[in-house]
């Protein structure tokens, strides 16, 4: 049974910075390709970054320049720094990940952790 368990949402200011963390455990062989959602209230799911095994990133426009993400491999935990919010990035935040169990691959999400950015 793998699991992925986020943390570090919450309420913040325009112009503030939060820090999500997707921490992976179970029966892990490998992980693969780490992603990060995003729900805002009343509309579809939208990618917001991945991040490749080989640590490559890539990012919604929306985001670009302000949001990174990255991974700890010895930890089997990602995370997504965002820097400089705005209220339009309030949303649920899901991460997502590709894991190798023995020698099957699936798909795995996060919980949702809520981000909102009010004054």
């Known amino acids: 049974q793998v699991q992925l368990v986020e943390s570090g949402g919450g309420l913040v200011q325009p112009g503030g910075s939060l820090r999500l963390s997707c921490a992976a455990s179970?029966?892990?062989?490998?992980?693969?390709?780490l992603s990060w959602y995003r729900r805002p209230p009343g509309k579809e799911r939208e990618l917001v970054a991945v991040i490749t095994s080989g640590g490559r990133t890539n990012y919604a426009d929306s985001v670009k320049g302000r949001f990174t993400g990255s991974r700890d491999n010895a930890k089997n935990t990602f995370y997504l720094q965002m820097n400089n919010l705005k209220p339009e990035d309030t949303a649920v935040y899901y991460c997502n990940a590709l894991i190798t169990v023995f020698t099957t691959m699936n798909e795995y999400w996060g919980q949702g952790t809520q981000v909102t950015v009010s004054s």
């Open positions: 179970g029966s892990i062989f490998s992980i693969n390709t």
